[in-house]
C-alpha cells in the first residue's frame, strides 16, 4: 500500500524562496472522546461534505517488530478481508462507490484508511472494522501477499538505492527484504495481532457529513476476535547507527559512489532539536551548480529524531567523477564546510517563510473531509512531521539559537563516514 516516502520533503524546499504573508493558522477542531472498550475516536463533523475519510491509526510499526517487516504485511492482509468479508467486498463499499481504499506502515505506525461517500460510510465502516479486527490470515493468501510485498521492494529499490546511506541508517524501517519477509510464519502473525491490535491500542479518526452516535455505536462493538487484552507500550528504540568509517559497494548504476557523514546528538533541548530539523529543512535538496562543466552537484541534509537520541546528516551522490580516494576526500572536505555555509543563511526570512509553509498546509487541510483527516493523521502517526504543533517553538527561535547549536553540536569530528561505491 502507499508508503509515504521520506524524500517527498525535499520537492517542497522550492517553495523557501517565497515570501508568505499568513494568515493565522486554524486550531484543532477534532473532538476526541474514549469509548468504554478503550477505543479512542477523533472525529469531525463536516455538514453537506460529499465524502467520508475513516482513518484507524495503530502505534506499532517496524520499530516494535521482532520479525522484520511483519507490521507491513499485516497491513496488506487487512485489505484482503477478515470476518468472512473478502477484497470483494472492500471493494463494493470503497471503489465502486467511488471511493477508495489505502494504507500504510511507518516506524512508529501503522493505519488504515476508506474514503467513501457518506450515503456509504456506515457499511463501509462495518467492513473497514471486520477487516481490521477478523483479519483472514489463511497461508496461501498469507504467502500471496509476501509476493506482491516482493514486488513493491523490487520496484522501490531503483528509488532507494540513490539514496542508500539515508535508506540503511536514519530510515531503518524501509530495509525489509524479501528474505526477511519469507521467514514470517501465520503464528507470527496471529501473535502480532493479538498483541497488538486491541481497542486500547487504536485511535479511529473519522472526519465528513456523519452522525458522531451511530459512528460511537459502530465502535463500541469494537473486540480483537483473539479475545481481548491489553496492548504493552512500545518502547522506541534508538537507531542502529553507525560509529567511525564505514565503507560498502553496491551497484549504484548509473551513479558513481555516495558519501554521508551522520552525527548522533545527545542530550537536545526542544527549541536545540527544532533547530536542528530547521536545518535539514531549508537544505534539504541543496544544488550546487558548475556553469563552466555544465553540471550541477545534489548535496541533501537530513535530521529525525527516534526514542531520546536525535541524528543529522549530510549526503553527497556523485553522478559523474569515478570513485577515487582523491575525489572523496575533496566531497568530505565540502561536507565538512556546509556548516560555515548554515551560518550565512537569512535566518529571520528562513524562518518565516518556514512559518508560512506550515500555515499554508494547515489552511489547505481544512478544503475538505479527505485533507482534514490526512492531516490530523500526520499530527498522531509521526512526531517528526513538523506542523501546526511545532508554531510555538518555531516562532521563539532566533538566529543565536541556530548558531549555538551549529558550534555546539557540529564543531565536533562526525560520529560516521558511509561511503558507498559503485560495483559495476
Known amino acids: ?145 509476501k509476493q506482491i510485498i516482493g514486488h513493491e521492494l523490487n520496484m522501490n529499490y531503483s528509488l532507494q538505492y540513490r539514496f542508500y546511506p539515508l535508506v540503511r541508517y536514519f530510515y531503518p524501517e524501509r530495509y525489509h527484504s524479501k528474505e526477511t519477509m519469507a521467514q514470517i510464519t501465520v503464528d507470527d502473525l496471529r501473535s502480532f495481532h493479538k498483541t497488538y491490535y486491541q481497542p486500547d491500542n487504536v485511535t479511529y479518526v473519522i472526519a465528513g457529513d456523519i452522525d458522531p452516535k451511530k459512528v460511537i455505536a459502530q465502535l463500541e462493538q469494537v473486540e480483537n476476535q483473539s479475545g481481548y487484552m491489553k496492548a504493552p507500550q512500545v518502547p522506541v528504540s534508538r537507531l542502529d547507527f553507525p560509529v567511525g568509517e564505514i565503507v560498502e559497494e553496491r551497484n549504484l548504476y548509473p551513479y558513481q559512489y555516495q558519501l554521508m557523514m551522520g552525527y548522533v546528538l545527545e542530550g537536545l533541548t526542544e527549541k536545540e532539536r527544532m533547530a536542528v530539523k530547521l536545518l535539514s529543512y531549508m537544505y534539504g535538496g541543496d544544488y550546487k551548480i558548475d556553469y563552466l562543466k555544465n553540471r550541477y552537484k545534489v548535496y541533501n541534509a537530513i535530521s529525525r529524531s527516534v526514542g531520546d537520541q536525535d541524528y543529522f546528516g549530510l549526503f553527497y551522490l556523485e553522478r559523474n567523477e569515478p570513485y577515487s580516494e ?47 483527516v490526512e492531516y490530523e493523521v500526520q499530527r498522531l502517526s509521526d512526531p517528526d512531521n513538523l506542523t501546526v504543533d511545532s508554531l510555538t517553538l518555531l516562532r521563539k527561535l532566533t538566529e543565536k539559537d541556530l548558531l549555538e547549536v551549529i558550534d555546539k553540536y557540529f564543531s565536533k569530528p562526525p560520529t560516521t563516514w558511509v561511503l558507498v561505491k559503485t560495483t559495476r
Not at 70 to 95: Q, Y
Request: hydrophobic share 45%.
Open 326 to 372: 582523491d575525489a572523496v576526500e575533496r566531497e568530505k572536505a565540502n561536507i565538512l564546510r556546509y556548516f560555515h555555509e548554515f551560518k550565512q543563511v537569512d535566518f529571520k526570512r528562513a524562518v518565516k517563510n518556514f512559518i508560512g509553509l506550515i500555515e499554508l498546509e494547515a489552511r489547505q487541510s481544512q478544503s475538505s473531509a479527505v485533507a482534514a
Open 1 to 145: 500500500m502507499r508508503r509515504k516516502w521520506f524524500l517527498g520533503i525535499l520537492l517542497c524546499i522550492t517553495l523557501f524562496g517565497m515570501v508568505f504573508t499568513a494568515e493565522a493558522a486554524p486550531r484543532e477542531n477534532f473532538e476526541r472522546v474514549v469509548l468504554k472498550n478503550g477505543v479512542t475516536l477523533k472525529f469531525k463533523v463536516i455538514k453537506n461534505e460529499p465524502m467520508v475519510s475513516i482513518y484507524a491509526v495503530f502505534p506499532i510499526g517496524s520499530h516494535g517488530e521482532k520479525a522484520k517487516g511483519i507490521a507491513h504485511l499485516l497491513e496488506h492482509l487487512v485489505f484482503r478481508g477478515g470476518s468472512g468479508l473478502t477484497f470483494k467486498d472492500i471493494s463494493e463499499v470503497t471503489t465502486k462507490k467511488g471511493g477508495y481504499f489505502n494504507g500504510f506502515t511507518s516506524f512508529y505506525a501503522t493505519a488504515y484508511n476508506y474514503v467513501v461517500p457518506k450515503e456509504h460510510y456506515e457499511k463501509a465502516l462495518e467492513v473497514f472494522n471486520g477487516c481490521i479486527w477478523g483479519v483472514t490470515l489463511a497461508p496461501p493468501i498469507v504467502e500471496m501477499e
